[in-house]
């Protein structure tokens, strides 16, 4: 199993950056897929990236370019660099473990999220 906590959420002008992290703990965590999910107010579940462990990434279309991800096995973290931030880049985000992949079906264990919050 892992377990997952994250962190540095908060609330940022637009333009502004901020840096997600998530920790993990577990003994599946290196082996595992850590995706980023977020959930606005009233809409569904959406992907936001995700690293293998072999440190392969995808991303959104909506956050490509801006939104990094990577990860240090050594200490069971994973970070999500968010830059040039906006308005709608507002609402829980959540670490999730599993299979690589954008959908969170393929994601077995989940965090209980960060609120992120970009004023205009």
């Known amino acids: 199993q892992v377990q997952l906590v994250e962190s540095g959420g908060g609330l940022v002008q637009a333009g502004g950056s901020l840096r997600l992290s998530c920790t993990a703990s577990g003994r599946a965590f290196s082996n595992s897929a850590i995706g980023w999910f977020r959930q606005a107010p009233g809409k569904e579940r959406e992907f936001v990236a995700t690293?293998?462990?072999?440190?392969?990434?995808t991303y959104a279309d909506a956050v490509k370019g801006r939104f990094t991800i990577s990860r240090d096995n050594a200490n069971a973290l994973v970070y999500l660099q968010m830059n040039s931030l906006k308005p709608e880049d507002s609402a829980v985000y959540y670490c999730?473990?599993?299979?690589?992949?954008?959908?969170?079906?393929?994601?077995?264990?989940w965090g209980q999220g960060t609120q992120v919050t970009v004023s205009s």
């Open positions: 999730a473990a599993g299979r690589y992949g954008v959908t969170y079906s393929r994601y077995d264990y």
């Open positions: 690293i293998g462990w072999s440190s392969s990434t």
